[in-house]
């Protein structure tokens, strides 16, 4: 089992690295979250020495960027018949699922890791709340993992890398979203507040903000924990029912 | 090893298998024939586990392969249609992860490798990125990882489409050398590998199992089968014809050729008969001054349209 999760996850990571892929998606994650920290969150103006300008925008950057990741974990092994290769070797499905996940959560952390001379910059300018941060951190690699596991499951429904794209990026629109005015008031009018508060829990953005206020809550890890299972779980299912088809 | 029992598959529309059922034993070689899109494929890789069947079983060195998938693939070498693997790894590292799934690690892993890279000829491009690769090489990375675990069971689904003649030769030679220990199946539809390659042939067309029996019994369905072709160096081929058509067994007398140094005849025997021993003794009674004599084996390629094609008049759209 974990021996299989490994080799899975070794030729992922190689995979990553061996295409473009890997230097796009860091370079444009980089300079997408300068973008975000800098202009649209204005640091500077706010003159506090946090990283809420960084955070704040994770879940929007995520929102494309993690789709981009995902959009070729299944789809193109459908494309290219090499799905029918891996499933005729002696290996599970959710050992293939957990190995591309866990490859692709361990690149978003990389690519987050790099990210480290905002929080240098921070620290040389005035006395940030490291704890803050570093919660903040781990609140944002659990949200890149929510996405994640969203993309690969949707990914898998389609060989069309397209549509994996928008799928993954509209189901992940829902999720951030789903504390928001704009989706609950399309509910509260007629469901009973039972469903409306269901919902209004599901949301990424309240989760997340509740990581990076510095307070890892059990129920905010449980949540991001249990999302990703439901999803991953859901991404088994696709492949054993689909098949190669 | 492999045991298959009315095995069906059905997609939306279409039965793309239809009540299937044969079996291969260790030191078979089952050819598949069958035009495209007759099932082949998708027998195949119900075999290896890749589609489930809509109806029949199937069984693998005498287990239910739904009882025991995992246990089925790793008895199993599986070349797919097109032999699919990721165009960013190179051959070494790609039969590398074959070696880490199929359970290897260590020196026999390493052993593993350079052997089966050795034996299909990868050494040369054993570092190239495979999406760079030609597609024969592409092929052998197929054949390779299909390979690498000595299977009991080794199923290729047209392992020598794409590659040139000498290519095809090693092909078979190489299956050939493995023949002996192993249960294998391929699909093909170069009729011409049949003879050397398979000891059996199975005829699949629209879904369905046409025959199952040796090539040599399938070369005698063709018209041609015991087929006497005779050359004779002068022309007029009437009075030889009018002849021919009076001996016994001979069911018609074609002309192939025929200019002003000689002529060609083709003899068709009544299904069953050998008459190339009459054929000889009538010519030598006549003294008729024979430059040629060829008894026809049959023509796999005939004995295949004779078949497939009586199927398309009978069978059900």
Known sequence: ?245 | MIEIRHLTKRFRWIKAVDDISFEVNRGEVLGFLGPNGAGKSTTMKMITGFLSPTAGFITIAGRPLRQDPLAAKRRIGYLPEGAPAWPDMTPESFLGFIAGIRGFSGAERRRRIEATIERVHLGPVRHQPIETLSKGFKRRVGLAQAILHDPEILIMDEPTDGLDPNQKQEVRALIRDMAADKAIILSTHILEEVRPVCTRVAVIARGRLLADESPAAFEARSRLHNAVTLTLARPDPGPVRQALGLLGGVAGVDTLAEDASGCTLRILPQPGQVIAAAVGRLAQEQGWPVAGLFVDRGHLEEAFRVLTTRSDTRGEA
């Open chain 1, 1 to 245: 089992m974990l021996r299989n999760i490994r080799m899975i996850f070794r030729r992922e990571m190689g995979g990553y690295f061996a295409t473009p892929i890997a230097y796009v998606f860091l370079v444009i994650f980089l300079f997408l979250s300068g973008i975000f920290t800098f202009y649209v969150g204005n640091f500077f103006e706010r003159e506090q020495a946090d990283l809420y300008a960084f955070f704040s925008h994770h879940p929007w950057l995520y929102l494309f960027l993690i789709p981009a990741l995902t959009m070729r974990l299944w789809a193109e092994e459908r494309k290219t018949g090499s799905i029918e290769l891996l499933f005729t070797l002696p290996l599970r499905p959710v050992e293939a699922v957990l190995g591309k996940f866990l490859a692709a959560w361990c690149f978003t952390a990389l690519a987050l890791a790099l990210t480290f001379p905002l929080w240098l910059m921070v620290a040389s300018l005035g006395q940030p709340d490291h704890g803050v941060i570093l919660a903040s951190y781990i609140g944002s690699l659990f949200l890149a993992g929510g996405f994640l596991a969203i993309g690969s499951c949707l990914s898998a429904l389609t060989r069309n890398q397209v549509i994996a794209f928008v799928l993954a990026a509209t189901v992940g629109l829902g999720f951030i979203l789903s504390g928001h005015a704009m989706v609950l008031d399309f509910f509260s009018g007629w469901a009973p507040t039972l469903v409306v508060d269901t919902i209004a829990s599901f949301s990424f953005l309240t989760h997340f903000e509740a990581i990076t206020k510095g307070v890892i809550d059990l129920a905010d890890v449980i949540y991001f924990g249990s999302l990703m299972a439901f999803w991953l779980f859901a991404n088994v299912v696709v492949l054993d029912s689909r098949g190669g088809d």
